[in-house]
């Protein structure tokens, strides 16, 4: 399973970029699935205190279900961390995300001017790593500050194929919650350093937690070494 995130300022062309990748993913044979992040304080699936869902979680209920004739609605009484909601995609070829920004997997930046994307790629309140740019800006512009920019709505396979290329498995050892998973990782090549960007430090740490945690004997607190030759 492959996880982007589309962020950016309100109506950038977030939802476009969305669907024309959804599109073109499927397209090619993907399956895939989709997470909006809404940001409205006072929204809900089922605001009717009348309603009978709503009545089984005024009870107490943890999890309530709503299976209809053309749909299943699982309602949780609380807003559940991305790794908890990515649990639920493990069938899925790829997850795009709309709005999440409290991730660190690429994200396709959207704005409606450069100083709107500035504001996303600078804030350091957000997880998510700037891969690339499109949205309503990324019409306008072929590059921003080293990121290339696509204009989804004429050229979205061109768009899908850099993130093809970019965006890696997700590794659900990473905790988004742990603000030590996967940060001042060091890496060297005979002796020589090899700079990394945070996700990149992610995918190494991850990775090797994901495996070591699994062997007998390794246990938390412990110091980890390893040599390749």
């Known amino acids: 399973m492959k996880v982007f995130t589309v962020i950016g300022t309100s109506g950038s062309g977030k939802t476009s970029v969305i669907e024309a990748l959804t599109a073109e993913l499927c397209r090619r044979g993907f399956r895939v699935g989709t997470v909006k992040e809404i940001h409205y304080e006072a929204f809900a699936i089922d605001p009717d205190p009348a309603s009978n869902t709503r009545r089984h979680r005024a009870a107490g209920a943890e999890l309530v279900t709503a299976r209809g004739c053309h749909e299943t609605d699982f309602l ?63 019409a306008r512009l072929k590059e921003y500050q080293g990121l290339p920019a696509f204009d989804v709505l004429e050229n979205a396979a061109a768009l899908c194929d850099f993130l093809e290329a970019r965006v890696p498995v997700w590794l659900e050892c990473y905790d988004p919650g742990d603000p030590d998973s996967g ?37 938390e607190g412990m110091e980890v070494e390893i040599r390749l030759k």
């Open 183 to 219: 940060v001042d990782i060091s890496f060297s090549v005979d002796g020589a350093p090899i700079p990394m960007v945070p996700f990149v430090q992610r995918i190494l740490r991850n990775a090797v937690l994901g495996v070591v945690r699994e062997l007998e004997g390794c246990g």
């Open 76 to 138: 949780y009484p609380e807003k559940l961390p991305m790794k908890n909601i990515l649990k639920h995609y493990k069938d899925y070829d790829w997850v795009a995300l709309e709005g999440v920004e409290d991730l660190a997997v690429p994200a396709v930046l959207c704005a409606h001017d450069p100083e709107g994307l500035e504001l996303k790629r600078n804030n350091p309140e957000i997880l998510a790593e700037a891969a690339c740019v499109s949205g309503r800006v990324g």
